[in-house]
């Protein structure tokens, strides 16, 4: 997991290619790193302070990052020693407390120009008519550089707060329901407002003519419209998931534009990767269009030495019993119930399926000789940077390893973790960044100024889905009369939506 031992210059296979780079953050104390708090020269216990957030989102700007990538939880992790206890993750301040982080994206956009932000939104906390009138306003606010990432949330704490009392739902039926909050949100940007319903001429505002009700009636929800909101700078924000187990794969295959991935292994993303286009290509998109970004987290020094000490220096000030607070509660396992050197077998959850299926069952691209997951052993390998891999190095060698990752995934680019809040982000910048924009894998300068996130995806002109999307057919365009979208609207829907 953790490759400080010297290396030497990896071969290059890959032509130079242009990464996402995006950095990932929480609204709370102790993203990923647990008890990173107390360290002397972090800063994330000012999470919920406008200053913070705008530091940060102009140093991003500053290395030429494409988006800040913020994550998020509706209720604390209550598993371990549980049930409903948040003991530790109280005492570790592990992701909790937690604030909205919809609320930061306009403070951090005015400070910057084409910093992207992608924005978690859980499709079990509210209603998908209210959601999008929240989503369309940070595209309106950010002038179009917001993107949503869909989660269905898995914790049971979640529901409890937000369904009346009703138990979680089980995990596949969740994304069934998500699929129709998704169209939903579809339909209200997009086949509810024409491109020119606003015409600000002859003392009309907007057209009604050109406003119409979508009239949605699924097994979940039902939603009239039309949209509250006028039609927003992206039309659509683009689309990001994160779900890896088959039927968030399919999800995503069907959905996203991009895909958040996390292996432990270069391998085991190829077989994600690969996995994830077999099952776009069935759904008729395109494999290339649905961007990939794995998470890391990057230790990088000067010297590798530096690199190796700092790293070190990070492990002392870890809480191992709020990492065992986090474990329970992405996995639903409770780790309390294991002695520490005690085999964690397969395990039914109905919490964040992948993420147990990756800890307790033997994967695709695992040696023969991998050893079996202990409590102890967990708690190990994740007490830095949580599930996802660790690199610590020097500049140049941590450039070899994220392009070694690129050359055998084929990935389009990086999530970058952070241990000490702002050093990590300020180390990427000043150490790493420059390495890899000499090497000709990240961008040197933004290719314009204004960028929507679309086009930190895509490339600059690349403002709208593309047209192998299944919502690209719904955009209501200028000049169509409502008659003419009427028609050819219910062949849309029945090819790309039909239950």
């Known amino acids: 997991m953790t490759p400080i031992a010297k290396r030497q210059k990896a071969e290059t296979k890959s032509k130079p290619r242009h990464l996402i780079l995006n950095a990932f953050d929480m609204m709370c104390p102790s993203l990923q790193t647990v008890g990173l708090w107390k360290h002397p020269e972090d800063n994330s216990r000012n999470y919920n302070t406008i200053e913070y957030w705008t530091y940060l989102a102009q140093l991003l700007e500053k290395g030429k990052f494409n988006a800040l990538f913020i994550a998020d939880v509706l209720s604390g992790y209550d598993v371990y020693q549980g049930p409903r206890n948040i003991s530790a993750v109280a005492r570790a301040g592990a992701q909790f407390p937690i604030d909205d982080p919809h609320a930061v994206i306009p403070v951090m956009a005015a400070v910057t120009k084409n910093l992207s932000f992608a924005v978690t939104s859980s499709t079990i906390s509210e209603a998908p008519y209210h959601f999008a009138r929240r989503l369309a306003t940070l595209d309106h606010l950010t002038k179009g550089r917001v993107g949503w990432n869909i989660v269905s949330s898995y914790l049971d704490s979640s529901a409890r707060n937000l369904l009346n009392g009703a138990p979680l739902t089980d995990h596949d039926e969740r994304y069934d329901k998500a699929q129709e909050f998704l169209e939903i949100v579809y339909q209200l940007f997009l086949s509810s407002w024409a491109d020119d319903a606003v015409e600000l001429k002859d003392g009309v505002f907007s057209n009604p003519d050109k406003i119409r009700e979508i009239n949605y009636e699924g ?273 849309v829907l029945e090819a790309n939506f039909s239950k």
């Open 219 to 491: 097994k979940y929800y039902t939603v009239p419209g039309p949209s509250i909101t006028e039609p927003t700078p992206q039309r659509l924000p683009v689309i990001l998931q994160a779900g890896a187990s088959k039927r968030g794969t399919e999800y995503a295959a069907k959905n996203a534009e991009a895909v958040f991935l996390a292996a432990t292994t270069p391998e085991e993303l190829k077989t994600k990767i690969d996995s994830l286009k077999s099952v776009a290509r069935e759904q008729g998109r395109n494999p290339d269009d649905i961007k990939t970004v794995q998470g890391l987290t990057v230790i990088v020094a000067p010297t590798h030495d530096e690199a190796v000490a700092k790293y070190n220096d990070l492990k002392k000030y870890t809480d191992r019993e709020g990492v065992q607070g986090l474990f329970s509660g992405w996995t639903g396992i409770d780790l309390s119930k294991y002695g520490y050197d005690e085999e964690i077998g397969k395990v039914k959850s109905n919490a964040n399926r992948s993420i147990t299926d990756a800890w307790t069952q033997k994967q695709p691209d695992d040696p023969p000789q991998k050893k079996k997951k202990t409590r102890a052993s967990i708690v190990d390998e994740i007490e830095i940077g949580g599930a996802g891999p660790v690199i610590v190095g020097d500049p140049n060698e941590v450039a070899d390893e994220l392009i070694r990752w690129v050359d055998i995934s084929g990935v389009d680019g990086f999530n970058f973790i952070y241990a000490v809040m702002p050093g990590t982000f300020e180390d990427l910048v000043e150490y790493l960044i420059p390495v890899l924009q000499e090497r000709g894998y990240v961008q040197k300068e933004y290719p314009k100024e204004g960028l929507t996130f679309r086009e930190n995806l895509y490339g600059v002109g690349e403002t709208f889905l593309r047209p192998d999307h299944p919502a690209y057919g719904l955009r209501w365009r200028a000049g169509e009369t409502k008659e003419e979208f009427e028609e050819r609207l219910p062949g």
